[in-house]
């Protein structure tokens, strides 16, 4: 592959897992049961992490993976009701 081809790669993969994190992030937001769904995700991480698949994962993607789901435990529970125009005078 060519480098132009390489880096069209590249971002398509920095770009695809950006959306991702996003997508997931709202379902992990707004899930009815937050606090046991952030349980069940450290758990699995785990098995997966130290687990058969695992073994295939060299240190630097087990640590990449452990960053991106501690990075996605960070966000807060969502409000019950969102209301995004609220803040806006009477449309």
């Given at each position: 592959?060519?480098?132009?081809?390489?880096q069209a790669e590249l971002d398509t993969?920095?770009?695809?897992q950006a959306g991702l994190m996003a997508i997931v992030g709202s379902l992990m937001a707004t899930h009815p049961d937050y606090?046991?769904?952030q349980l069940h995700l450290t758990g699995l991480l785990e098995v997966l992490l130290t687990g058969e698949?695992?073994?295939r994962f060299s240190e630097t993607q087990r640590r990449q993976a452990?960053?991106?789901v501690e990075t996605l435990q960070h966000l807060n529970k969502a409000p019950l009701k969102i209301?995004?125009?609220s803040s806006l005078p009477n449309l």
């Open positions: 592959m060519k480098n132009e081809q390489l993969l920095v770009a695809t606090e046991k769904f698949a695992g073994k452990r960053e991106f209301e995004p125009l």
